[in-house]
């Protein structure tokens, strides 16, 4: 993986001095996964340009690490070669003194705003190029964005890309800004994250993250999707605002905001409630649960004996028992709704008595390389009688005009299948666990692009 930084402030090879690395030696920095090399492939007074090169060692990755399964996966995967949280550290290591905006040589310059120029390939887009504008663009930076097609064709989308961002600003800042939206984009780190990275982020984000209109995709990605600690850095970073609560009937996902002129988030959990009513179960677990909304629907069928309400979020379980009135007068009875925080990468015994799972809008949000996984602990090892799956029909995107070509419907999807593809993947399913599979389109079908949803029952 590669990060450039260049500059045309004359004279260039100030860089030099603001980097604290001199422009004509070859720096060097071993890291615990690797190796990072430092040089200038071009040191003139008109322009100058300091690259770092990172060799990902992807043996050292799992030595020692004691595990029997998945041994291939271990090996063969885009962490040596995709801009990631690897890179941060290689950049925070061989730049710490650059980042805190210090330099004894050139101090006015290193306080000045110069004309700038990054690149960063390959760069993992999880969410597409629209998320790569969100996060870059309100912090001042022009972007060109080239999609790498040889990475992403294996991976059903273009998911990396060549990053050039300009603009006048500050090195230090330039380098934070990379420090952290790096791992943000990759939406993954390769270490544990615990309350220390709250103050991390808070440190390279300050007098910046505050103010940028994505700090809460950002605080969420850059901690590994760890609600808890995505909220305690969100009240340290912007504690007036921390205490002020969204009325649960006012949320929605920019998904939802696409689809609302059709309406298709009300037609999709009306589909939903009327398949688990035909398939006579009783017994209801929704994976991915969300703030409880298909819950709360089902709470309200007196057919539906029990429920459970799984998903990895704090913040959206939390959400979900305000939603259903968990414990409170006029709520549910007792041990009928249980929410449960787990992941569907974990096989979970807790919600095994359901005779029917449910995954709406689920799968597209995990890696394509995550699904064998997620399918293996709800169709393999749990397998209730029916299984219920929704998820967007790619084809269906080019009718929706706010819809940038080649952008996915919500930033956080991985992918988004096509009606072919989602059939193919039913067919798969089947054959593998036993299961037959019946699909079906949800809300108005245009002649040629089919319905904006598909769904999948699976009953054995």
Known sequence: MFLSIATTHHPATDLGFLLHKH?????QTNLSFGKAWLFYPEASEARCEAALLLDVDPVGLVRGKGRADGLLDQYVNDRPYSASSFLSVALNKMFRTAMSGISKER???????????????PLPMRGGEAIVRQLFEPLGWTIELTPIEAMGASSGGLRYGHLKLSGLGRLSNLLNHLYVLIPVMDDAKHYWVGDDEV????????GWLEHHPAN??????????????????LARLVPETAAAETPVQTRSSPEETLEAPIRLHDRRLNAVVEAIRASGGKVVADLGCGEGKLLDRL???????????LDPAVRELEWAARR??????????????MLLHGSLTYRDSRWAEADVAVLVEVVEHLDQDRLPLVERIVFGETAPKTVIVTTPNADYNALFR???PGTFRHPDHRFEWSRPEFKTWTARIGETYGYAAEISGIGAEDAKLGAPTQMAVFTR
């Open 199 to 206: 103050d991390k982020l808070l440190s390279k984000g300050a």
């Open 299 to 309: 709470m309200r069928e007196r057919w539906v004996q029990k429920l459970f309400g």
């Open 324 to 337: 259903l009135r968990l414990n409170e007068a006029g709520g549910p009875p007792e041990g009928r709704v």
């Open 23 to 27: 422009p004509e030696r070859l720096h």
């Open 107 to 121: 101090p006015q310059l290193a306080e000045s705003d110069l004309p700038l120029e990054a690149v960063v390939a």
């Open 216 to 233: 809460e995709l950002i605080a969420r990605r850059y901690l590994r999707n760890r609600s808890v600690l995505a909220r305690a850095a």
């Open 402 to 404: 706010s819809l940038p």
